[in-house]
């Protein structure tokens, strides 16, 4: 007797595996309408989901709404904080450079390295193929751009003005390889650090500063801005900050990586820049300013 209800058992369950396959390949194959028990099934799970899934994505929404409430709390708190600070030291240079005149009046200098003139102009063209060199903008010789001068976004330096048109200029990045692209600066310290901006390295998306003496102490994170010495860019242009300092091939001077400031990627309005502090002419010593620095 148990051994006809152990194969009876075994019968149905074989039984069951073939109608559930069957059903299963039934349900696979590709038909232009349900059967009404699919449909029922089908509609009545929809429908339980739609009742389940609408209340809890809306506590869902409140918590996640509820977080959002308190992160907006905490960086108005911070912005606010922030506000504040720069307020101070908006106010804190109003007053040093009143002092800065007042001392420049009393030495009779009038002029200083940072002294400039800013000139807004618009991106019009890239070349694809050289997208990381050139650009071209909308001002030219009639808008008194002129060779050399200085090309910036709101971000920081991201080159110079290589060739002039009347009605348009051809702009040289900080990020093209062109060996006599060479700018004059200074790496902000206890003690100004000078060198050289010349290269680009394009795996690591830094421009090479070199021409540091081995001595110096240059640490990450330091600001990089223009010297003003080259004579045709003036003086506090941001460049970028440290990344890395490493010895050159001889070990007598650094090489640092510094990353810009400004996006050489993605530009569409710029300052052309013109220092106002004349350069006495060096045309007999060199032809490039300060390619040659």
Known sequence: ????????????????????????????????????????????????????????????????????LQNTYKENKELKSRVEKI????????????????????????????????????????????WHEMLIIDKGSLSGIKKNMAVVTAD?????????????????????????????ALIQSDTNIYGFVQGYDDKEKAL????????????????????????????????GKVVDVKPDQYGLNQTALVKPGADFYDIENVLVIKRLMTQPDTSDMSDGKEEDL
């Open 156 to 184: 920081g330096l991201i080159g110079k003005v290589k060739s002039v048109n009347q009605f348009s200029s051809t702009v040289q990045l900080l990020s093209a390889m062109d060996p006599k692209n060479r700018i004059s």
């Open 208 to 239: 090479l500063v070199k021409g540091i003496p081995s001595g110096a102490k240059v640490e990450k994170g330091q600001t990089v801005i223009t010297s003003g010495l080259g004579g045709v860019f003036p003086q506090g242009l941001l460049i």
């Open 1 to 68: 007797m148990p051994q006809f209800f152990l194969n009876k058992r075994l019968i149905i369950l074989l039984v069951s595996i073939i109608i559930l396959v069957a059903l299963i390949g039934f349900s696979l194959r590709e038909r232009s309408k349900l059967t009404w028990p699919e449909q029922f099934v089908k509609d009545t799970t929809g429908w339980v989901q739609s009742l389940v899934s609408k209340p809890a994505n809306y506590v869902a929404g409140f918590f996640e709404n509820l977080q959002d």
């Open 87 to 130: 307020a101070s030291l908006e106010a804190e240079i109003q007053a040093l450079k009143k002092d800065n005149e007042d001392l420049r009046k009393i030495n009779g200098e009038e002029k200083t390295l940072r002294d400039m003139e800013p000139s807004p102009a618009t991106v019009i063209g890239r070349n694809p193929d050289r």
